[in-house]
């Protein structure tokens, strides 16, 4: 989520008209989306940092959040019940694409699990809407001499490749990974 936050803020520096669409687990509070907590204060639960996202000048009606849970859940004022949903977020997505008129200026930054980012890029591939994918590796030194963060690449057609996470990326386009061997 961090880094979604930083292009986030750069985005809207440059006037970009932004949405964040989240998945989740289980909300705390809406009210209270923490950055003072650690993960491992609390562990099994996702905190959803709808603060940060208010702070660099997203409105409620341009967050929205899915869970897979249906547990009763509190809900505040910073998120619009229409921009809730119960389900998988790239469901909430498709169903939010399917409805816009208009589909031209518009393009995917994403982080998350493997199986988000494929049906995402499959989502992407459907309405012919550009991607790109923040990967997250472990990361051995940091500057690419170790190899441990590597993912396979296509670039310019030249074949699969290794490509080095630390170095080459993060961000990659959803196009140059190759999601068989990801």
């Known amino acids: 989520m961090a880094p979604l936050v930083f292009f986030g803020q750069a985005l809207k520096f440059y006037s970009f008209k932004l949405k964040a669409f989240i998945g989740i687990d289980r909300i705390v509070s809406l009210q209270e989306a923490p950055y003072g907590k650690t993960f491992a204060d609390e562990s099994e639960k996702a905190y959803v940092y709808i603060n940060e996202l208010s702070k660099i000048g997203l409105n409620p009606d341009e967050i929205f959040l ?7 859940e509190i809900l505040s004022d910073k998120i619009s019940l229409e921009n809730y949903h119960v389900g998988l977020i790239v469901d909430h997505y498709e169903r939010y694409l399917s409805r816009l008129k208009r589909k031209k200026s518009i393009m995917i930054l994403a982080c998350g699990p493997k199986p988000m980012l494929i049906a995402l890029k499959n989502i992407a591939l459907r309405f012919n809407i550009p991607m790109k ?6 990361m051995g030194c940091g500057i690419g001499v170790c190899m441990s963060c590597v993912c396979r690449t296509r670039k310019n057609n030249e074949g699969s490749r290794y490509s080095r996470v630390c170095v080459e990326g993060p961000l990659f ?9 990801l």
Do not use: G, H, N, Q
């Not at 994918?133 to 472990?138: A, F, G, I, Y």
């Open 133 to 138: 994918v923040l990967l997250e590796k472990r």
């Open 173 to 181: 386009d959803a196009k140059e990974i190759d999601w068989e061997k």
């Open 66 to 72: 899915s869970r897979e849970s249906t547990e009763k």
